[in-house]
């Protein structure tokens, strides 16, 4: 087993441990869009366990350093991958800034709050990647700010076809500490859920409208 792999079964203990990711697929979840899941996710839990806080602050540096070089800037995305993004700036001596969903209403009417100036390059760090709609908007409104996005890391994906889809599309790569198949993985040998709710949480990833619907009926 390489380090990337021993992060990534890490990490999801981690996540489960601390209940920063539930898994019920007998008794969904309901998204803030309506759809029924057997997943949700919080990370910003994550925050409360110092132990936990320096093992993601780390293995994000590590990452971004490994695959990305140097940036001139961390971006976090607002607002769960904020905390997390600063954490990780301090670590690696670097400036941060984050992006907001869209810019204010009032004030300077910012988007991106920090000092950002045309030309750099910049890392996004995001929280949690789902669809991947808000985090590639993130890395759009630095595109428009006239930076260069080098790339994505993210502490967890659902790893959705949508999402795959949209970040090849936007040539954007993306590196996460874990991913749902290793996820699953820890949650059976852990005993937090059993093979027959595996099966289940499996094959929500493969359509999860039609996991949705199919609990509604």
Known sequence: MNSRD?????????LLQIKAIKLSPDKPFTWASGMRSPIYCDNRKILSYPRIRTFVR?????????????????????????????LVAQ????PFVYVRSSAKEHGLTNQIEGVLEQGQSIV???????TGKSSLAAVEAVKDAGCTVKGMVAIFTYGLQKALDSFGQAGCTLHTLTDYP???????????????????????????????????T
Do not use: C, H, N
């Not at 996004?124 to 789902?130: A, P, T, Y």
């Open 124 to 130: 996004v760090v995001e929280d949690l990647v789902s």
């Open 91 to 94: 670590d690696l001596g670097l």
């Open 182 to 216: 290793t996820l699953l993985r820890k949650g059976v040998e852990a005993q937090y859920i059993s093979a027959e709710q595996e099966e289940s949480l499996q094959e929500w990833r493969k359509d999860p409208q039609a996991w949705s619907d199919a609990q509604a």
């Open 58 to 86: 780390q293995e994000m540096a590590r990452i971004i350093s490994e695959e990305f070089g140097t940036p001139d800037v961390i971006a976090g995305v607002a607002t769960g991958g904020i905390a997390i993004g600063a």
């Open 6 to 14: 021993e992060t990534a079964l890490a990490a999801a203990e981690f």
